[in-house]
Nanobody
Framework: VQLQASGGGLVQAGGSLGLSCAAS????????MGWYRQAPGKERELVAT???????NYADSVKGRFTVSRDNAKNTVYLQMNSLKPEDTAVYYC?????????????????WGQGTQVTVSS
């Protein structure tokens, strides 16, 4: 399974950016999809996730500003970022959890994208 992320870049505070991440390969089912970020000197943190049923979860710091969505037909997850702040500056990583049948159950596997830089200037 490969993840190809696109989007990101440099934007002024208050601006908007969009990220997308497409998954390809031997995929039977994708459970959760989402985004994490890591700022310099900080640990990687959850930004937003969306389940196969469309339930979303956001970090408190981005609620009301960021929107996560997915296109199941395209195995793609999106992140629309509005009202960006300098503290949103980080490398953003897409994340998916796949599942495939194994015996009587399912085996889950997590994959990470390569990371894309988002820089917000003040």
């Amino acid at each position: 399974v490969q993840l190809q992320a696109s989007g990101g870049g440099l934007v002024q505070a208050g601006g908007s950016l969009g990220l997308s991440c497409a998954a390809s390969g031997n995929i039977v089912r994708i459970n959760a999809m989402g985004w994490y970020r890591q700022a310099p000197g900080k640990e990687r943190e959850l930004v937003a996730t969306v389940t196969s049923g469309g339930n979303t979860n956001y970090a408190d710091s981005v609620k009301g500003r960021f929107t996560v969505s997915r296109d199941n037909a395209k195995n793609t997850v999106y992140l629309q970022m509005n009202s960006l702040k300098p503290e949103d500056t980080a490398v953003y990583y897409c994340h998916i959890e796949t599942a495939r049948p194994i015996g009587p159950g399912w085996l889950s596997t997590v994959y990470w994208g390569q990371g894309t830089q988002v820089t917000v200037s003040s």
